[in-house]
């Protein structure tokens, strides 16, 4: 396009000149390299504070999930067992956890883990209360969702929804509306049914999960 | 709009802005080209994120960033982007932008950026920032460019918090979180849901339309 007239919405096509791939390619590249390295710099820059945040958050998620425990001790998931103690030389903020909330007395009232899974359009992360030899929840709660707005984000914004998990037994089944008493029933939310089954599904999958390494904890440690 | 790699004299593009002073530039996004009142472009981040100030003046503000930082790099290498490549140039420019004001948001105030949620990343999708990027930013010299964006993000600012004024105060009886409306009164609860964000947006546009339209009158009578 230097000299000649070219109209300006031209695309281009099989006459005239056309400007090389090569160049074209390039443009991206570095385009996109100098992106790339900026968005890094200020992630890393920025992650300790969104990092503090999110610690804050999963802690009262634990609060609210596990009923108000007196304290909870947290157990690390290294190699598929639950220690008490992360190893040395392992970051414990990426390590995958369980937090057993205790009542006043020191007794196990019920475990929190965290699950992240994809919803209808991002991952879905939750945080799941519940008693692992019964298998019954204390209650979960979203810590992070992508949902659609006014539709799929009811699942965390509808309370109705959330306060049915307390009480149910897993592996929970997803119904329109609940008929009965079946405490494996949940009622999923009219315009977000592919979110509320992502959360049933996520439920159910993450105590699948960790109910038998919890097993396996309490054989090792005795209770 | 040159294929050379070096910098040619500045390209003469069909539709190239008439010359403007730099305020100029900022004041018609703040008022005759008001990107909400008058162009109608943005609408989606408009309506939803409106329900209180804090998260309307949030969006606002992290668009200007937006503005600003992509009205800059397009202008800067309006003559390095060949034309078969700039929208995606252009999109990239502006994805990056977006990402940077996420994070920051992210780590500086984590209750507005959970509350402004989906919203914040769909700021690459208004299509004021590619609007402008494409029909102005493109065509004109950096300070210019920059002029612009942030007359259109403070135009977008204005617009965004004033109607999250009106349905914070109708729809719970609060500016900022601050109580305003005094104990007895009783929220229209309907201004904070989506009906209301219509509502309000309607009330705006008519008072902008018909104070237009009287001073056009004014200037015919005269």
Redesign the interface.
Known sequence: MTGGHVHPQSVPSAEGRQVPAARLLATLAIAGAASGLLVVLVYRLTLPAIQRYAGQQVEVAVREVLRAPARWDTLYLVQDRLVALAPEGTDKGELPKAYLGRDAAGRRTAVAVTAREPGFQEELTLMIGFEPVSGALTGIKVLEQKETPGLGDKIETDSAFGNQFPGRIVPLRRVKLRTGSDPSEVQTITGATISSRAVIRIVNNALARWRPLLTAFDRTAGR | ?????AP?AEPL???TPPPATVLQDVWRGISRENPVVIQMLGMCPTM?VTNLVANGLAMGLATTFVMVGAGLFVSL?RR??????RI??YI??I??FV??AD??L???F?VISRAL???M?LIVANCLLLGRAEAFAAKVGIPRAVADGFGMGMGFTLSLTTLSALRELLGRGTLLGFPVMGASYEPWVFMVL?PGGFFALGLLLLSVAWVGGRRKRNVQAR
Do not use: K, Q
């Open positions: 709009m040159t294929t050379a790699l040619t593009v069909p539709g939803a290498f390095h982007i060949a034309n078969e490549v995606t140039s990239l420019i994805a990056t990402t940077l994070l920051i992210a780590a500086t984590p949620g989906p919203f990343p989506p």
